[in-house]
């Protein structure tokens, strides 16, 4: 068992470039979860899936769009880079078994947008 | 406003006690609370998650409480160890689990 599995673990953009943060479970969970973090500021929520095929904006959507490819896979794209998205994108997902809303969290990407 | 604050950025204790951390939260009605631990450069790990009403959870050395009316989690890690060392985040569950809001975090520091 992987858990949660994020590519790329490091990226630089420039201003202006796009790219897909990839995200994958193999705990056949339903919901599935973006967020990012920064210094001070806590876990921000980007969008979230509770199932494949559907998805919801979070706290903080703008300048991002997902993808909820099939029940495994939730991808993260920035169209156009800024800035202000430097930061640490965290993929997370959850059961609403057991504990329910226990989030299962992967290692991260570090994004620095020069 | 909505607000979720932890009570400081940075603990320091020594090994031996009982660790502290506070949760408060405005504005908000979560059916449940939640505990994770982070160590530097990691995804946060989940520790524990109490019912909006439940008034205490106990897991081994941690034990979580939840006052609704306060709007305040407390949690606790007796005869702490060095290897407690982390940030420790709270997040509250909405809507559920539409919602996370996580709070800012607490440092912590086990001295030895």
């Known amino acids: 068992n992987a858990g949660v599995t994020q590519t790329p673990k490091f990226q630089v953009l ?23 973090q920064d210094p001070g500021m806590g876990l921000r929520l980007i969008y979230y899936s509770a199932s494949e095929g ?3 904006k979070g706290e903080v959507p703008n300048g991002y769009n997902v ?3 099939n029940k495994r896979e939730f991808s993260l794209r920035l169209e156009s880079a800024a800035p202000s998205q430097t930061s640490v994108y965290f993929c997370a997902s959850s059961t609403t078994s057991g504990d329910p809303y226990e989030q299962y969290f992967g290692p991260g990407t570090r994004l620095t947008v020069t | 406003s909505q607000k979720i604050e932890q009570n400081s950025e940075a603990l320091n204790i020594q090994e031996g006690k009982t660790a502290t951390l506070t949760c408060n939260y405005t504005n908000y ?32 050395r941690l034990k979580v409480t939840f006052d609704t009316t306060l709007k305040q989690s407390l949690f606790h890690i007796t005869a702490s160890q060095p290897a407690d060392s982390a940030t420790y985040l ?23």
């Open chain 2, 29 to 60: 009605s979560p059916a449940y609370l939640q505990w994770y631990r982070q160590d530097p450069g990691r995804g946060p790990v989940f520790l524990l998650l109490i019912r909006e009403n439940e008034k205490e959870k106990r897991k081994e």
């Open chain 1, 67 to 69: 993808s909820r490819l």
């Open chain 1, 54 to 56: 559907t998805t919801d």
């Open chain 2, 90 to 112: 709270c997040a509250l569950v909405e809507n559920y689990g539409q919602n996370f809001v996580f709070g800012p975090g607490t440092r912590l520091s086990v001295l030895p």
């Open chain 1, 14 to 36: 420039k201003t202006g470039q796009s790219m897909t943060l990839q995200c994958a479970q193999d705990m056949n969970h339903n919901s599935m979860y973006w967020y990012r």
